[in-house]
């Protein structure tokens, strides 16, 4: 059981999380809950250790942060007690959760809970603190914002737990974001596939990097509403375990993406990687790519995405290497969002992706760049058109509550 | 070095601490930093602990107390690092401090700073979170309120420090409590044995526990303000080391003090076991006691004095007692106080005593007890009076500055 920051926000909600835990241990299953931090509490340590130094030791930034999820363990493992419930809270170096070295956004690489395992089958409810690991130089790690999930995820593989739920303030996963679009349905499953689409095309519910761990691990993860429970949730599962199968699943939306483009560039090999090259080497992750054919056969244009706090370090990047990319102007612009479908049926559906050029086309808004994998198409339009493509989308594919 | 509360209470305060740091460093010294939890965090998580369960697992307690301290130790060294100090910080479990397993009021046990002596060595500041610990249990363990001071002369002791200064929100250690007496003045110099005694007769300047291990390792400790770190400060030393000694060399009180009177007592072998043995398991610490000499060898009457939060437990253990015992009647009274004169001259000047009692009969204050040890007399008196009492002893033994 998972439970983000607005389930801890106060000693009322910690309590009330007492509760639903012990409505499980009541039920006869051992129990391993994940928590994070206080809502606001990592802002605020972050906040601190930015003011004192906006280029700190991502050490210490990870030494200040995880105190958050540290607090909130041991005030939940003290709730559990005075319910009657045994419990203990572990720490990600008690665990331990080892993570890489990338302090501030570490991987987890291992989990060893040989003596919570022993602890859990003595009925003892593990309390463990989300976000946070400890490091190869035994120095305390955090996985990132969002890394909780991520924790509850690897601890339940690493448990071989039967069920991973996750508790945050929605009841589930829906076809579209509910603020919207107030016609969005709740989705009774989804395939991991889906959800790592749908996660990283900015549906917030769970942290990607969670979702692939559910996915390489075939954990069963359920999203239900620390606030309603019997709401019944979103069951992430395989794609075999979902029988009727829409051609599209869910639509995503990200403001997040800004859009750079190179007028001019040389159309010649190895063009690309004098520009991607420098970006990579910044930091930058670049999303959508999109080359014109070039006219002449000597000179193209090249527009690009990435997302928008990036921006000011890929011009950058770019400038300094304009000597050896040789394109004659760069424009960028922040105005844009991206809109995806996702669905695993487009694989055994045709003209799934025509539905969504027609429906834009329908209503005026010009697609600048798209992008497909195999259960998705992603369109970048202009940002102020962003609502009235996802509602149009959402109906075209018949995903509206009846 | 080491900061209190006050002396982190924000990140303004802990800049300054930085550059205090920094001049210690600029001046060729290798340094390790202890740190308090900001001013308020440490009571904010013990009342939220608290208010979940006033019968906390005392493990538990110690995890979300000693989150105070890991922030601060982590924006002390971001701090530090801002100003071009190479700096770490260093939780109880990685340095590690290992204390029994008492958890809420350990006690440390042994300090193995080989890593951290390495890092000194080439020249890195270490930043220790005060106040904790690792069990033997591998758990997170608090050493009790006021422990970070333990925690820095410890760490200075197993560090063969040269010194160790405690810097806090007074400029040094006083002949008395300067909010009584406007005359009070500050000691360039006080032995370990009476800074003991100013310590747990309630001068709150240093831990107790800390005064003891500076004792025992001898280590030089001076007390310093930390808005003022130029005032002067008390320097904690060897007797050989004060050449004038006045007779005494501060008045301490203490509030924190009830009586309870057991009346009409068999006056027989054993008796006192009788009540002490249970006060003992009920976790009381009793200090005076005193026994009339009993009229006619039969019955006595008793009185001894316990810490105010201890009173009603003290009353029931006795009550429960009450058929071993034998007493006629039970009487308490918390509005008592304790005023001490302390001063290793004692041992060689003569009358001293005499002087303390003489004035308080002066006054018309009526001594209810009185305990003396080798380099201080206590009497316990009406609470009313321990302003009067304070400044009439503190003018009678002429520690009134010029």
Sequence with gaps: MKFGGTSVADLERIRHVAQ??????????????????MAGETNKLVAWTRELSPLHDAREYDVVVAAGEQITAGLTAVALSAIGISARSWLGWQVPIRTSAMHGSARIEAIEPTLMSER?????????AGFQGIASDNRVSTL???GSDTSAVAVAAALKADRCDIYTDVDGVYTTDPRIVAK???????????MLEMASLGAKVLQTRSVEIAMVHRVPVRVLSTFDPDAGGTLLCDEEDIVEKKPVTGIAYSRDEAK???R????????????????????????MIVQNVSEDGRKTDLTFTVSRGDLARAIDAIEKAAPAIGYRDLTSDSNVAKVSMIGIGMRTHAGVAQTMFRTLSEKGINIQVISTSEIK?????????VELAVRALHSAYELDVA
Excluded: C, H, M
């Design 20 to 37: 639903l835990v012990k409505g499980e241990v009541d039920r006869g299953n051992e129990v391993a809950v994940v928590v994070s931090a």
């Design 264 to 287: 001019r560039i040389p159309d010649r090999p190895g063009i690309a990687a004098s520009i991607f090259g420098p970006l990579a080497d910044a930091g930058v992750n670049v999303d």
């Design 184 to 194: 969005a349905r709740r989705l009774e499953k989804i395939s991991y596939e889906e």
């Design 377 to 385: 198409v992603s369109v970048l339009i202009a940002e102020e058109y």
């Design 260 to 262: 750079i483009t190179l």
């Design 120 to 128: 859990l089958s003595q009925g003892q409810v593990a309390v463990v």
């Design 144 to 146: 990132g914002r969002g």
